[in-house]
Structures are given as structure tokens and as C-alpha cells.
């Protein structure tokens, strides 16, 4: 006898917010790709005005190593991150996806949830938005919800840290049925 095929998990309902392209556009140009372009531009500028002789082999190392790499990531990593990160947030559990490269996608019960907080960097703030990180008692790490609207955000861990509030104080059901918790059964 065979098991039946493992459920497959469907991607979550909610999208970040389209200026989160924006967002990763510009922390790509600030933190990668910016200075990957700048290093090129003095290395050949370097190699034009004092060793000309070696720009023949330089020029074309340098646009392959530093130039196309860094235009590459530019261009391919706000949307590929845009087309992978969503999120949904059941009556039990929270789920996110995400990454570039590496994708992930994680559902953690409310029951688990410790902290829920926004983080909002100085780019982040430029465009509005924010990272919202579900904190679980997992060891498989957070589940980290980026390019929210500032509003959805703060209205998301309200609700999320009412809500796994709710779960954990909850009485819980009884296993048995509707008297299974009272001693000697119904009376």
C-alpha cells in the first residue's frame, strides 16, 4: 500500500507593496551594485592615466567581473524578490515566502508566536514602507514579511500579537467530546 502524495503548499494570498521594487532597487545601488560600478569606473580611470598599456586586458576584466555583475543584480534581484515575497495570515498560523535566490516559504502557528516587530530603515521610511518579523519558538528562524505599507504593518502585528495572544490563553478544547472534561462524564 502506498501513501498519497504529500499536500502541496500554495503560494500566499498577499503581495508586498509594488514600491518595494523601488526599495530593493535602490538598497541594491546603495549597498552592491553602486560600489561594484564605482570601483570600475576608478580602476579603468587608474589604468587610463597610468598604465594605458594594460587597459586592453583590464577593460574587458573589469566589465566582467565588476560591471556586468553588478548591472545584473540591478536589474534581476528587486524583481525577482517582488515576484517571490507574499504573505497570508490565517485563523491559526502566519505564512510568509520569499527570497531571490534562495527561496523560502514558512507557515508558523500562532500558538508559537513570541515577538512581532516593524523595522523600518532610512530607505524603507523614503518609500513608506516597512519589514514586519514574526519571531516563533522554532528554531527554523523568523518569518520576516518586507516591503509592507507603514499602516498594514503596525495593523498586521496588532493583529498577529492579539491573536497568538488569544491562541496561547485560550481554554483548550476538551479531546473526548462535549463532557470529556468533566469528571465522571455527563450527569
Known sequence: MSLPPAPRLRPPRHRVDPLARRWWTLQALVTVSGPMLLTALALGLLCTLFFAGALPWLAPLLLAVLVVPALGYLLLMPRRRYATHAWELGAHAVYGAGGWMWQWRRVAP????QT????????QRRYGLATLTVTTASTAGDIKIMGLPDALAEELART????????RTAPPAPAGGADAGVPGGAA
Open 116 to 123: 512581532v516587530d516593524t523595522v523600518r530603515g532610512p530607505i
Open 160 to 167: 498577529i500579537g492579539r491573536a497568538a495572544h488569544t491562541t
Open 110 to 113: 500562532l500558538s508559537q508566536v
